[in-house]
């Protein structure tokens, strides 16, 4: 387990000398490319010398920054996106072209309300609708009655008076659409009344597609796609640089510990077609030149 951990570590160390980043927006122009990491340690033997990882460490802080400044750019971009399309949509709805088709939206929805009500009350003045309406009103005072009795309130019987209520209500409406379908004055002034919904609906549908198509807010949300790739470039760099630092600490600290007389547990060796783990170690061969893990 603990070979495998620091071969990988090693691994680490070894693929950051051939691997170069690119640069990234958003992040400090200082940053230091990776191919700098492995560096300080690659000539140093175990057991000699200072192998400290200085380069490996010194990376984190600007590789932090770059993370952080890249979420914030990406939020901005955003906001500047939303912020951009919103204050399209206020002027537009603030136009005069838009203030006067909501104008006549209204004016015809409040001449259909007249006509209707002109038609209703007269129904209303029907012998026959109005004892409908009458019976209807008895009805719901009966039901609110019943109600009224609580744990004693006959269920059955509130029952069929909500049906019987139902029919009278449906037979009203029935006798309502059939005047207003029958009164060309209405007719007219419903037909108006949509006609004016249709413009507002159309001309608000024509200026999403012309906000769509504006070079403006392409380029923002082209800025928007480009600051998340940022982000998530920054976030990638950050993390793989502290995998690197504990890479480099991981070896830093096996090879200045290391002693072949006083071997400590999982320590490297050097194997040369033998090795010498010390007093009671486990000794490795091998045909092989570089360094083994061996417990003692």
């Known amino acids: 387990m603990a070979g495998s951990k620091v071969a990988h570590s090693l ?15 958003g992040t400090p122009a200082e940053l230091p490319p990776p191919a700098r990491l492995a560096q300080p340690m690659a000539a140093v033997p175990l057991g000699q010398g200072n192998v400290y990882p200085q380069g490996e460490l010194a990376i984190l802080p600007a590789a932090a920054a770059g993370a952080a400044a890249s979420s914030v750019a990406r939020t901005n971009a955003e906001d500047e ?5 919103h204050q399209q949509y206020a002027d537009f709805e603030m136009s005069k072209e838009m203030g006067e088709l909501n104008k006549a939206e209204t004016k015809a929805y409040e001449e259909y309300q007249r006509v209707r009500n002109l038609v209703l009350g007269v129904l209303a003045k029907d012998v026959d609708y109005a004892a409908i309406a009458t019976q209807r009103h008895t009805t719901e005072a009966r039901i609110a009655g019943e109600k009224s009795h609580g744990a004693s309130a006959h269920v059955s019987e509130i029952e069929s008076l909500v ?44 200026f999403q597609r012309q906000l769509r198509s504006d070079d403006a807010f392409k380029v923002a949300v082209r800025t928007v796609r480009q600051a998340r790739v940022d982000q998530a470039a920054a976030r990638a760099y950050y993390a793989q640089a502290i995998e690197v630092a ?15 007389y006083h071997p400590r547990p999982e320590t490297y060796y050097p194997v040369t077609g033998y090795s010498y783990g010390g007093y009671g170690a486990a000794g490795v061969s091998s045909a092989y030149s570089g360094a083994v893990y061996v417990r003692p």
């Open 246 to 260: 504990g890479a480099a600490l991981d070896y830093a600290y096996v090879a200045q510990s290391y002693t072949p």
């Open 163 to 206: 049906l019987y209520r139902s029919r009278l209500s449906a037979e009203m409406t029935r006798r309502e659409s059939v005047a207003l379908a029958n009164d060309t004055e209405v007719l007219e002034a419903r037909q108006k009344m949509l006609d004016a919904a249709a413009a507002v609906r159309d001309r608000r549908q024509a």
């Open 81 to 85: 996106l939303s912020g951009w399309v």
């Open 11 to 25: 691994c680490l160390l070894a693929a950051c000398s051939v691997v170069e980043l690119p640069a990234l927006a």
